[in-house]
């Protein structure tokens, strides 16, 4: 059982689409992988809790891994698609481009405070689609 | 076929599961699945040989990713669970919240010196509970 | 169904192995994993168009966590296998030690510019070994 979630992000941060995946499970057991088919955006399972979180990471990331205009970067040369290009695909090397969640009865098997992310690296807002797959235990 | 693994950490740094998981698997080919249920905490496969390796792991993600008291990271907002709690997030968004390791005849197609760990990015001890999902090949 | 990629690296870098994969899978459907049985190598997927990217990355990776040797990593204990070693297996728990990839018929769910790559973190030359799974869709 296969579909493919497509998320409008408002640019570089996280957009959270826990509920939709939720909706999308049969009442059954068994493996649920979501993969993003992009290289400068990334999946990720986060505290859904208290917002700020999420700022904090993105925060992070923009500091940790600046536009490529910044002088620590200046050895970049995958340049031409933007200052946020190579940034974004470092991001994604970092961060997950794939996650599995074991499923219980229709239920995803997260903790407490988890939700689903999909994370934007580029400036702009983009479309991004995640390739789903549901494996029903046998 | 699930269960769930609880493991004790002593604070930060890798606690080795490796049996645990052997154990419970059955005598089957097919894949396993592992998911941390927790977001200040990761998984990861990583050398069983040498401790030391693990020592440095978790003293270059210290130094990496700081007490959110350091004045490096001073533009943090969540802040209020504690200066472990931000970076603990942010080092759970860089290492695996789940790992995936094919099984052939009831074992686990590890290499030579591949460890399961968790890893605690929190000061204080934790009980951290590990989702484990095994299915087996049709 | 499962198997080994055998893949040979020319020292750091990324080795891309799509194709290999893609040959290997049956007209079906289902989910495949790659796992690599190795700490100081790593599994990717990342842009397959402009080869320029992974010559950054790989120019982030080293500049981001270098040999040992650097004064800046002066607190690493495990140095005696090479000012490589260390860094490595640090790199190794950034990056992917596995991967999953949704299949419909036959074909891997990748985007249009992506590619599955291996990263070898070490200096030298080094055969590695991708162990491989697919489960068909029941």
Redo the contacts between chains.
């Keep these: ?2 579909t493919t979630f497509t998320i409008e992000t408002p640019g570089p941060g996280l957009t959270e689409f826990t509920r939709d995946v939720a909706a999308w499970l049969p009442a059954a ?3 649920l ?1 979501l ?5 400068s955006a990334s999946l ?4 859904n809790a ?1 917002p ?2 999420q ?3 993105t ?2 990331l923009h ?1 940790t ?1 600046p536009p490529s205009t910044d002088s620590s ?1 200046s ?4 340049t031409f698609e933007g200052p946020d290009d ?1 940034p974004g ?2 991001k ?11 499923v ?1 009865d229709g239920r995803m ?3 407490t ?2 939700g689903i992310y999909l994370v934007e690296h580029r400036t702009r807002p983009h479309r991004r ?1 995640v ?3 549901f ?4």
């Excluded at 993969?35 to 290289?39: D, P, S, W």
């Design positions: 059982m296969q057991s068994g493996l992988t993969m993003i088919r992009h290289t990720l399972i986060q505290e208290d700020d979180v700022i904090d990471l925060e992070w500091r891994v970067l050895y970049l040369t995958h190579m695909h470092i994604a090397m970092l961060l997950p481009v794939s996650l599995q969640i074991p219980a098997r997260l903790g405070w988890q689609d390739a789903a797959h494996a029903t235990d046998g």
